[in-house]
């Protein structure tokens, strides 16, 4: 059972930076992908990047490449989520996801409660 908190969202302004930060707690999350999702007002919820269990590959939604960078650090159970030149469009309430797949039918899929980002023009 994994517990997941983000933190570090807020308002900010046109080209302005945040740097978002999921903690787990209750088990380790060394071996599961950690994933950045979010979802705006008016949009279903949309992945918007992910970091393999060892940090070797990433991927990133076209909207947010060369802007947004992913990393964990396994030895904190933690994941982060820098967002740079963040533009109105990135406006949401993102959401930190940790996932692996079981055996047989089975798989680990927990979420958090997400964290608020107002980026205003």
């Known amino acids: 059972q994994v517990q997941l908190v983000e933190s570090g969202g807020g308002s900010v302004r046109t080209g302005e930076s945040l740097r978002l930060s999921c903690t787990a707690s209750?088990?380790?999350?060394?071996?599961?992908?950690m994933a950045w999702y979010r979802q705006g007002a008016a949009s279903r919820r949309e992945l918007v990047a992910t970091?393999?269990?060892?940090?070797?590959?990433?991927y990133y939604e076209d909207s947010v490449k060369g802007r947004f960078t992913i990393s964990r650090d396994n030895a904190k159970n933690m994941a982060f989520l820098q967002m740079n030149d963040l533009k109105p469009e990135d406006t949401a309430i993102y959401i930190c996801?940790?996932?692996?797949?079981?055996?047989?039918?089975?798989?680990?899929?927990?979420w958090g409660q997400g964290a608020r980002v107002l980026v205003s023009s």
């Open positions: 996801n940790a996932w692996k797949l079981g055996s047989y039918v089975d798989e680990y899929d927990y």
């Open positions: 209750g088990s380790s999350i060394n071996l599961y992908q």
């Open positions: 970091i393999s269990s060892e940090g070797a590959t990433n």
